[in-house]
């Protein structure tokens, strides 16, 4: 996964709702821009799911003040979601299943918070 100018992650689709950078009330930044892969772009597109497909990802990027803040991702893995969380360095953060990401996540659709699955 490459970024493109601006730091867009370069062949991605945008999440919906969130086709530019996103006022966001999260841990995550002031501003969001929240990428997915194309096995979520499929799911969305598919009609009704109970549950997101293994191997869906969604990649956040968290902005403060303008500025890069974080670099989130979770990625599904059977029945349980995989979180990463980096700085803007590279540096992990958190990574695997720790409760920081899972207290909130919990409450998602499917783990999700930002979007819901199709119904």
């Given at each position: 996964?490459?970024?493109?100018?601006?730091?867009?992650?370069?062949?991605?689709?945008?999440?919906?709702?969130?086709?530019?950078?996103?006022?966001?009330?999260?841990?995550?930044?002031?501003?969001?821009?929240?990428?997915?892969?194309?096995?979520?772009?499929e799911?969305?597109a598919?009609?009704s799911?109970?549950?997101?497909?293994?191997?869906?990802?969604?990649?956040?990027?968290?902005?403060?003040?303008?500025?890069?803040?974080?670099?989130?991702?979770?990625?599904?893995?059977?029945?349980?979601?995989?979180?990463?969380?980096?700085?803007?360095s590279?540096?992990?953060?958190?990574?695997?299943?720790?409760?920081?990401?899972?207290?909130?996540?919990?409450?998602?659709d499917?783990?999700i918070?930002?979007?819901?699955?199709?119904?």
């Amino acid at each position: 996964m490459g970024r493109a100018a601006g730091g867009r992650l370069s062949g991605w689709a945008r999440a919906p709702g969130y086709e530019g950078r996103t006022p966001s009330a999260t841990v995550h930044g002031v501003e969001v821009e929240i990428f997915i892969n194309e096995v979520m772009v499929e799911a969305l597109a598919g009609g009704s799911l109970a549950a997101w497909p293994d191997g869906a990802i969604v990649v956040k990027d968290g902005f403060m003040a303008g500025e890069p803040h974080i670099v989130v991702a979770m990625q599904k893995r059977g029945d349980a979601w995989f979180f990463a969380e980096y700085e803007t360095s590279g540096e992990v953060v958190y990574s695997g299943d720790p409760h920081a990401c899972t207290r909130c996540h919990d409450d998602g659709d499917d783990g999700i918070l930002a979007f819901d699955l199709p119904r």
